[in-house]
Nanobody, 116 residues
Framework: VQLQASGGGLVQAGGSLRLSCAAS????????MSWYRQAPGKERDLVAV???????NYLESVKGRFTISRDNVKNTVYLQMNSLKPEDTAVYYC???????????WGQGTQVTVSS
């Protein structure tokens, strides 16, 4: 499966952005979809995941501010990010994996920069 992320940019603290990740080349609806982020000099962290059935989990620091969703008709996963903070600044990556497997298909990153 191929993934194409978009929607990053520069926003002031307190603002919002919506990231999109379009998938092709696979049966999108059976994949669990995730968003990760990596800040300079730091490890890549899992931000949010949505299962093939729609259940979600979030990094503690983004709970209540970020929402992951998916559209199985458009083969797209979204990350709505509200109340952004400077510490949310990172390159954001979308990923797909089949349930019960560890292999991840990665999209290219999209830069999110939150200014104070």
């Amino acid at each position: 499966v191929q993934l194409q992320a978009s929607g990053g940019g520069l926003v002031q603290a307190g603002g919002s952005l919506r990231l999109s990740c379009a998938a092709s080349g696979g049966i999108f609806s059976i994949y669990a979809m995730s968003w990760y982020r990596q800040a300079p000099g730091k490890e890549r962290d899992l931000v949010a995941v949505i299962s093939s059935t729609g259940s979600t989990n979030y990094l503690e620091s983004v709970k209540g501010r970020f929402t992951i969703s998916r559209d199985n008709v458009k083969n797209t996963v979204y990350l709505q990010m509200n109340s952004l903070k400077p510490e949310d600044t990172a390159v954001y990556y979308c990923a797909a994996h089949l349930p019960g497997t560890t292999h991840r298909y990665w999209g290219q990153g999209t830069q999110v920069t939150v200014s104070s």
